[in-house]
Nanobody
Framework: QLQLVESGGGLVQPGGSLRLSCAAS????????VGWYRQAPGKQRELVAK???????IYADSVKGRFTISRDNAKNTVYLQMYNLKPEDTAVYYC???????WGQGTQVTVSS
């Protein structure tokens, strides 16, 4: 079973940047869709961004223009570059690989002054 480990979260001031990484224990070959989701306290988990096997991407409206998802199939790693972070971006961020529905344990992102 594919294992996913997220890293790169932390505390950042509004307007700051972070880069999240998701390392997979096995191949995340281009046949898979990879994605980032987040869950804030008291809220449902929501899609942040995903990248299909062909390279097309989907972003939540709230992060368009600020976040970028990318993948390195050779390194079995998915990234989420986040710029101009806002307090409302505070959440636990999870990596997902579809359609096998693999999830990581999450990494906390806190945006606060």
């Amino acid at each position: 079973q594919l294992q996913l480990v997220e890293s790169g979260g932390g505390l950042v001031q509004p307007g700051g940047s972070l880069r999240l990484s998701c390392a997979a224990s096995g191949s995340i070959s281009s046949i898979y869709t990879v994605g980032w989701y987040r869950q804030a306290p008291g809220k449902q988990r929501e899609l942040v961004a995903k990248m299909r096997s062909g390279g097309s991407t989907i972003y939540a409206d709230s992060v368009k223009g600020r976040f970028t998802i990318s993948r390195d199939n050779a390194k079995n790693t998915v990234y989420l570059q986040m710029y101009n972070l806002k307090p409302e971006d505070t959440a636990v961020y999870y990596c997902n690989v579809a359609p096998i529905d693999a999830w990581g344990q999450g990494t906390q992102v806190t945006v606060s002054s």
